[in-house]
């Protein structure tokens, strides 16, 4: 099965100069815990709520940061014809649960842990995916 058919299509974004505020507040609109970062349409980070909380307001100086401050630049995408197999390896390798989708350098969904167990056929991807990306990372002990 291909990542399109159990992405998610409709996609917020945020500006790499946006503020930690609005990445909050569209994250809180849209029920959900990361974002693309675009810039003239090609994605150049991501952020998530997990940086929101550590990077931002860890910090002192969370009120003048922005989305460029404390996004994790680089994030791991897949293309829309990507195997939904390789996909959830490649979050289990990685321990994320969110990636996004991209096709001719713009983002055209998202693919999450969410999206592989509601479907049927990609479940047990998510399941191996999940146990893998749950195991801490002894590396940094």
């Given amino acids: ?33 990361s974002l693309p970062v675009c810039q003239q349409g090609k994605i150049i980070g991501i952020l998530t709520d997990r940086d929101i909380s550590i990077r931002a307001m860890g910090n002192k100086a969370s009120n003048s940061k922005t989305v460029r401050d404390i996004m994790s630049s680089n994030p791991v995408t897949a293309s829309p014809d990507m195997d939904v197999k390789d996909v959830s390896r490649i979050m289990s390798e990685r321990q994320i649960r969110r990636v996004p989708v991209v096709e001719n350098n713009n983002v055209v969904g998202i693919v999450s842990l969410g999206d592989l167990a509601v479907n049927p056929k990609s479940n047990s991807q998510a399941g191996d995916a999940l146990s893998s990306i749950s195991q801490p990372d002894n590396s940094q002990f």
């Fill in 1 to 33: 099965m291909k990542v399109e058919n159990v992405m998610t299509k409709s996609v917020a974004s945020l500006n790499p100069d946006d503020t930690i505020d609005k990445a909050a507040q569209v994250m809180m609109e849209n029920n959900i815990g």
